[in-house]
Nanobody
């Protein structure tokens, strides 16, 4: 099992910045990637940023490229999402995600943290 706990969501004005944190604990063997998803009201959950644990390759949604940065602190067992130049359309609940591929494929989710960007 892997436990994920997000923090850092808040209300911010457009153009502002936030940093989300996701502390992870548990049996992390076989986890090949971790990242962030978001879900806005009435919309499907979408990938925001993912980081591969082998080599650190990062992928971003087109809508956040150049504004958001995913990183990981192994010593703190934490992944971060630095969000700059926030826009009202970034308003959503942000979820931390971990993908295990071995020995079985399992996806883990945090409880979510609310980000609201006012115009």
């Amino acid at each position: 099992q892997v436990q994920l706990m997000e923090s850092g969501g808040d209300l911010v004005q457009a153009g502002g910045s936030l940093r989300l944190s996701c502390a992870f604990h548990g049996y992390t063997f076989g986890i090949n990637s971790m990242g962030w998803y978001r879900q806005a009201p009435g919309k499907e959950r979408e990938m925001v940023a993912e980081r591969n644990n082998n080599g650190g390759v990062r992928i971003y949604a087109d809508s956040v490229k150049g504004r958001f940065t995913i990183s990981r602190d192994n010593a703190q067992n934490t992944i971060y999402l630095q969000m700059d130049n926030l826009k009202p359309e970034d308003t959503a609940v942000y979820y931390c995600h971990a993908n295990r591929i071995y020995p079985t494929k399992i996806e883990y989710w945090g409880q979510g943290t609310q980000v609201t960007v006012s115009s």
